[in-house]
Nanobody, 115 residues
């Protein structure tokens, strides 16, 4: 069974940085790729970036200068490095993968950016 788990969220001040992790069990991102998303309070979930199984990365234009996706040494771990954080980055951050058996989301990790 495929499971995703995000970690690394927390509270930071404006301008700070955080690195989120997405760890998969039951699949490897080199096979299926993955994507990062976030949902701010009262807003729809939005896409941040996609890492394909071949290693290419696409970013939402407004975030690509501050957010960087990278693979971990293990094939089931992907990171989201966030820098120059702003209060509007406050959200629950999710990772997602799509396999032949379905679409899977993690439980999310909360990021709070205070001014």
């Amino acid at each position: 069974q495929v499971r995703l788990a995000e970690s690394g969220g927390g509270s930071v001040q404006t301008g700070g940085s955080l690195r989120l992790s997405c760890t998969a069990s039951g699949t490897r991102f080199v096979n299926n790729g993955m994507s990062w998303h976030r949902q701010a309070p009262g807003k729809q979930r939005e896409w941040i970036a996609t890492l394909t199984n071949l290693g290419s990365i696409n970013y939402e234009d407004s975030l690509k200068d501050r957010f960087v996706v990278s693979r971990g040494a293990a094939e089931n771990v992907v990171y989201l490095q966030m820098s120059s954080l702003k209060p509007e980055d406050t959200a629950v951050y999710y990772c997602k993968t799509v396999t032949s058996s379905g679409v899977y989301w993690g439980q999310g990790t909360q990021v709070i950016v205070s001014s």
